[in-house]
């Protein structure tokens, strides 16, 4: 086929020929659904295709314009100490507080004399059941037994019933005294709710308190007094004097039932201590000042010109020195932590760990659930050791009528030597350091009066 000129393309496609009217006569009309479906299919190919390219816009792009930045002023003020620390001021915010607690109370009995009755329907949890907390002193716990009685009725056998009963009371009363007495000594306290005595919340026995523990007897009502209903008496936090109570007593009543060895509560808790030791507070220093690098964090100093490794080293050395020459003569107590800058605690020397774990088992229940306090609070077993043996009423040998020196706020200050420098140096979180704070002198001062008393 040979191809047509160029000019007769270019003028047929410019000008095309006409076409006559016979041959529009003899053609049949065409479908108008075969020409417009290829067409529009045509037409949106071309339309997505313009789409896809189609640039976002045509604007032509702008650099960025850099603009210095303006207010830079000056470098933020330092942290300045809290105002815990000011005597002063602590003590009117003490002020202040035990003055809005005896407003509570004056509200709270106010309300309770003006008040309707209680709805009896009311869950008994959401309700308190007593109104008053007492003190009793009591010399033995006593239940009558039920009197023996014959089956007939004569004068014989009413005499030998009285007789039998009387006899009963007095075997009662005489196992209650050598039993129960000898080792509360004569007579004890009971906290008395209304006219309920206080039990023990798994065993459902009497709590009862040394007549040597007054302070104690009288700290337990005031914390029962405090409560507003049943259902906070469930929360442990609410009440941590009567969980320390029911655990010295716990420990009392497993020794009794155990005399030939250490129970298995005791024995636990030794063990638990004797892995404190190891790891003491008390005995894990920071590395020394480097006079060479001032810039390195334990080159720091205070106001005073001493590092932390200087105010670790003097906590440890009075709480250590006086143990190992009243406690533990001869001993030989080392820092856990080498100089050499390892993580890894280092043992004690040999003998250390024995003399302190049977001087551990040998307590009483009082003192051993104290000292299981105060080492759980301060993460320190030396610091506990120091504190009960100042304060129990049993070792009073120790101090020689002395005056006590070593109380609450001293042992909460040598657990507290790494936060108390931090929080010098960069401030104190609110509601965090300070209620921490509360919350280890609260726990300190429930050791103290749990062996502490009158020694008699």
């Not at 816009?57 to 002023?73: I, L, R, S």
């Not at 002193?137 to 039998?164: A, D, K, M, N, Q």
Request: with cysteine; net charge neutral.
């Amino acid at each position: 086929m040979h191809p047509l000129p160029r000019q007769l393309l270019s003028s047929s496609r410019s000008h095309p020929p006409p076409l006559s009217s016979d041959r529009f006569a003899n053609m049949a009309p065409a479908t108008r659904l075969c020409l417009t479906l290829p067409l529009r299919a045509a037409g949106r190919r071309r339309t997505a295709a313009f789409t896809s390219t189609r640039t976002i816009h045509n604007n032509p792009p702008k650099p960025a314009k850099v603009v210095p930045v303006y207010g830079t002023g000056p470098p933020p003020e330092p942290p300045t100490p809290a105002a815990e620390y000011a005597v002063e001021e602590r003590l009117a915010r003490r002020k202040r507080q035990a003055e809005m607690l005896r407003q509570a109370r004056d509200i709270r009995k106010n309300n309770g004399n003006n008040s309707k009755p209680a709805d009896p329907n009311a869950p008994v949890l959401k309700r308190r059941f007593w109104k008053d907390v007492s003190i009793k002193e009591v010399v033995g716990t006593y239940i009558p037994p039920p009197p023996f009685r014959p089956p007939t009725f004569c004068f014989l056998s009413f005499f030998l019933s009285s007789f039998l009963s009387f006899l009963c009371v007095c075997v009662c009363v005489c196992v209650c005294v050598c039993t129960d007495d000898v080792w509360y000594g004569v007579g004890a306290y009971q906290i008395h709710l209304d006219s309920r005595p206080l039990r023990h919340p798994t065993t459902k026995s009497i709590i009862r308190i040394p007549l040597s523990k007054p302070q104690l007897a009288h700290a337990l009502a005031v914390e029962w007094d405090q409560l507003l209903s049943a259902q906070e008496a469930t929360k442990q936090h609410l009440i941590p004097l009567t969980s320390l109570v029911c655990r010295a007593v716990d420990i009392g009543a497993e020794d009794a039932a155990h005399p030939g060895g250490p129970g298995p509560i005791r024995e636990s808790i030794v063990t638990g201590m004797m892995r404190y030791l190891d790891t003491d507070s008390l005995l894990c220093w920071a590395p020394p000042a480097d006079s060479t690098n001032p810039h390195a964090p334990s080159s720091y100093l205070n106001d005073e010109g001493k590092s932390l490794r200087d105010l670790q080293e003097e906590a440890a050395g009075g709480v250590v020195g006086w143990l190992t020459s009243k406690v533990w003569p001869g001993v030989n107590i080392v820092p856990v932590l080498e100089d050499s800058g390892s993580i890894l605690p280092r043992k004690q020397e040999p003998g250390v760990r024995e003399v302190v774990q049977g001087w551990v088992l040998g307590l009483s229940c009082w003192e051993l659930a104290g000292i299981e306090r105060a080492t759980l609070a301060g993460k320190s077993l030396l610091t506990a050791a120091r504190l009960v043996c100042e304060w129990s009423e049993e070792r009073q040998d120790l101090t020689q009528g002395e005056e006590r020196k070593f109380g609450v706020e001293e042992a909460a200050r040598v657990v507290s030597v790494e936060v108390e420098w931090q929080t010098r140096r960069w401030g104190e979180v609110e509601d965090t350091h300070d209620v921490e704070k509360e919350d280890l002198r609260r726990q300190l001062g429930s050791v103290i009066l749990l062996v502490g008393g009158t020694g008699r």
